[in-house]
């Protein structure tokens, strides 16, 4: 479930908020495991009381063997998937990827605004700044590997690479998916 950080009381997930500022690299645990590491990962929700959210990362693989992206999976949300971008007459679609993800040797999967990402339909509880959001990614070598995802909502509207496309998968994507396809 969600660790909430109790406010005023210092915690393990306190030291994670006060330090998402800094660089990427300096983040207190980057997952490790058979050579597979996740990088920089965030994940937003549209608003308070979304019933979606998407988790951003770069997954390196360190010189392990040729590995795949099997699946993703959360107690965070009903469901989770992996989705991408596609250009359809010049908009951005989402469409969920069904094929297992390449990540080669030395080789990097980048999720990023705009394009490849980790959706999480049917949020258990709504997601505030500063939650941690486990998320487990199963990899057909490297195995299980579970990281601990900070939810940040200051990047939902920033820096994004395609601008307005950003903008559209936080704001547009929870509609899209809606609660009633019935799974
Ligand atoms: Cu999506």
Redesign the pocket.
């Known amino acids: 479930m969600l660790g909430r950080g109790p406010s005023g009381t210092p915690g393990d997930h306190n030291r994670c908020f006060a330090l998402r500022s800094l660089p990427c690299c300096c983040l207190p645990r980057p997952a490790l495991a058979a050579g597979v590491e996740v990088h920089e990962a965030y994940a937003i929700s549209a608003m308070p009381g979304a019933r ?1 959210g ?1 988790a951003f990362m770069i997954i390196h693989n360190h010189g392990g063997p040729d590995d795949r992206l099997l699946a993703a999976r959360s107690p965070a949300a009903e469901r989770v ?1 992996i ?2 971008h596609v250009m359809e007459d010049g908009i951005a679609r ?1 469409t ?1 990827v069904e094929e297992p993800l390449p990540l080669p040797a030395d080789g990097e999967i980048v999720m990023e605004r705009g394009g490849l ?1 980790v ?1 999480f339909l049917g949020l258990t509880e709504s997601w505030e700044d500063g939650d941690i959001v486990p998320l487990t990614l199963v990899f057909e070598k490297a195995g299980e590997i579970t990281i601990d995802v900070p939810v940040d909502l200051d990047r939902l509207d920033g820096e994004a690479p395609g601008g307005a496309s950003g903008m559209d ?1 936080g704001a547009g ?1 929870g509609m ?2 809606g609660m009633g396809q019935g799974g």
Do not use: P, V
Request: charged share 25%; net charge negative; no cysteine.
């Open positions: 979606s998407a998937e989705h991408t989402m969920r990402h959706m998968h994507h899209d998916h």
